[in-house]
């Protein structure tokens, strides 16, 4: 494979799902493409081996490669540690350095910080960074990057329920005034109906989202209910998918909430 890619410059798709790649293989998969001609727009690299060396990795591969819309990293071992690191990289891309002020989402310890100066900006619209072991700390790391408007149009944090209420709220907050993301994955995550009720609020107030998944929550007929609510209520566009499969929300209720789903806006 390094072969291939430091001699290939028409990949424009790497997908190296489920294949067992650890830190050490990524180094040198990254290095090959780094040197490569090939103007790489997706990478999966769902169900691997990926921890918090690997997220330092991607973040300088992305700024080799700025044009890369597509980073999927679902199923990897980057923990709170890697969410970080890998969050303060795109935000250092996201906003130049000419700012004079370097901005940092959350301190990291000394021995994962790392210099990404001369930040291009980047082209990143998609990023799944679920079932990852993420807390808290890497949730909230998440929120403070979503504040900074980057062009991400398409989030997935499935299977993060290490994550408590008071994490989720956090995260709701930031996603209340930003207006890029349209699409959000948040199956398998255990909000309840506590979380459910978080989500109904910033329903009312987030423009930009079209479509969410919540598969498989515990959410019940109270959260349904504060769903339905938002939903009945929230002005400008309206979702056009609302997935709610393997909670506790009535057939009669999930048909009301169905009723509300529209055509995404233009």
């Known amino acids: 494979m390094v072969a291939v890619l430091e001699a290939c410059d028409i990949v424009e798709h790497l997908v190296l799902r489920n294949t067992g790649l650890s830190d050490d293989l990524l180094g040198s998969l990254v290095t090959a493409l780094m040197n490569s001609q090939s103007e790489v727009e997706m990478i999966n690299l769902n169900l691997n081996n990926i921890g918090p060396q690997g997220a330092c990795i991607l973040t300088h591969l ?27 990289g795109l935000t250092e891309l996201h906003i130049p350095e000419e700012n004079e002020k370097q901005i940092s989402v959350s301190p990291l310890p000394a021995e994962n910080e790392q210099s990404l100066s001369e930040g291009k900006g980047f082209l990143l619209s998609e990023l799944d960074i679920g079932g990852n072991q993420i807390t808290c700390k890497g949730i909230e790391c998440v929120a403070s990057f979503i504040r900074q408007q980057p062009p991400l149009q398409y989030l997935g944090i499935a299977q993060s329920n290490g994550v408590d209420t008071a994490g989720w709220e956090v995260l709701f907050d930031s996603l209340k005034i930003n207006s890029r993301i349209s699409h959000l994955i948040l199956d398998e995550n255990q909000l309840g ?21 919540l598969d498989w929550n515990d959410i019940g007929e109270e959260g349904g209910n504060a ?27 999930l048909k009301k909430i169905s009723q ?5 806006c233009t």
């Open 62 to 88: 992305l700024k080799a490669k700025p044009q890369v819309k597509g980073l999927l990293l679902f199923g990897n071992k980057l923990g709170d540690d890697g969410i970080c690191i890998l969050i303060n």
């Open 193 to 213: 109906d506590e979380g459910a009720i978080l989500f109904a609020d910033m329903l009312r107030a987030n423009q930009s989202l079209c479509k969410v998944d």
């Open 227 to 253: 769903i339905l609510e938002s939903l009945q209520s929230r002005i400008g566009c309206s979702l056009e998918h609302l997935s709610l499969e393997g909670n506790m929300i009535s057939e009669e209720l």
């Open 260 to 264: 509300q789903l529209k055509p995404r």
